[in-house]
């Protein structure tokens, strides 16, 4: 019989299911601290930096190569 659905679960079963299984994953998270957290950002910038220095300067040769060529 099509159309029938025996046995199945409803949507908001599984909405709570999953919320239940978010609530206890970020149970389990160890979060940093302010002092970690602030390390942490300090790296992230540090490495975004030099990655747009490196792209930069990539970018430089490689105008000047291309503008040399034609």
Do not use: Q
């Amino acid at each position: 019989m099509a159309g029938t659905n025996t046995g199945s679960v409803s949507t908001k079963d599984k909405m709570s299911t999953y919320f239940r299984g978010v609530r206890s994953e970020l149970k389990k998270v160890i979060w940093p601290d302010r002092k970690e957290l602030m390390n942490y950002t300090g790296v992230v910038i540090f490495i975004s930096v030099l990655v747009a220095i490196i792209v930069y300067i990539l970018d430089l040769i490689l105008g000047g190569v291309l503008s040399f060529i034609i």
